[in-house]
T-cell receptor
Framework: NAGVTQTPKFRILKIGQSMTLQCTQD?????MYWYRQDPGMGLKLIYY???????DKGEVPNGYNVSRSTTEDFPLRLELAAPSQTSVYFC???????????FGPGTRLTVT | GENVEQHPSTLSVQEGDSAVIKCTYS??????FPWYKQELGKRPQLIID?????GEKKDQRIAVTLNKTAKHFSLHITETQPEDSAVYFC???????????FGQGTRLTINP
């Protein structure tokens, strides 16, 4: 199993550009999450999904959108990128919504 | 919203000594309290967790204690080793542990 994979690893965006961060897991987990981690801080939940076709907002959803058309994939869309979205983005999954969350390697995004 | 406060933000100990990190929280409905370790440039990984029906849990050199009445929980690392150097996050499980709220982290440095 590859676990949770994320692409790209790094990306530099100009203000106002858009992009999609990809997240895929091959563990057949129902629950998937997107977090952002600003320098020296803990992780903050952006969006999460309890299964295909179901998504819900987390603590910091503004400026982001998600979709969950399959169990495996949970892409995060940034529209109109802003410098405040410069961060490291982690995707995670868990089978039942309780217990350990398995994190991907992260995507480091810089908006200039 | 739900909040978890973590102290100290940085901690430096001599190799072989013990380290203690403390967290307090506000959501009395929380029943799941994991701790994640994040090495520099890596993804967070679960090291130990505890549920509210248990007051203490130990796994080799790592132990966690929970006082649900006082709403605080702590991580204890004994006989510290250089590989224990990392950022440690206390985490609150909310909504039946479907969502996680991270503390701001403690940067632990083990001095040889």
């Amino acid at each position: 199993n590859a676990g949770v994979t994320q692409t790209p690893k790094f990306r530099i965006l100009k203000i106002g550009q858009s992009m999609t961060l990809q997240c895929t897991q091959d563990m057949n987990h129902n629950y998937m999450y997107w977090y952002r981690q600003d320098p020296g801080m803990g992780l903050k939940l952006i969006y999460y999904s309890v299964g295909a076709g179901i998504t819900d907002k987390g603590e910091v959803p503004n400026g982001y959108n998600v979709s969950r058309s399959t169990t495996e994939d949970f892409p995060l869309r940034l529209e109109l990128a802003a410098p405040s979205q410069t961060s490291v983005y982690f995707c995670a999954s868990t089978p039942t919504g309780e217990g350990e969350q398995y994190f991907g390697p992260g995507t480091r995004l810089t908006v200039t | 919203g739900e909040n978890v406060e973590q102290h100290p933000s940085t901690l430096s100990v001599q190799e072989g000594d013990s380290a203690v990190i403390k967290c307090t929280y506000s959501d009395s409905a929380s029943n799941y309290f994991p701790w994640y370790k994040q090495e520099l440039g890596k993804r967070p990984q679960l090291i130990i967790d505890i549920r509210s029906n248990v007051g203490e849990k130990k796994d080799q050199r790592i132990a966690v204690t929970l006082n649900k009445t006082a709403k605080h929980f702590s991580l204890h690392i004994t006989e510290t080793q250089p590989e224990d150097s990392a950022v440690y996050f206390c985490v609150l499980g909310i909504q039946g542990a479907q969502k996680l709220v991270f503390g701001q982290g403690t940067r632990l440095t083990i001095n040889p």
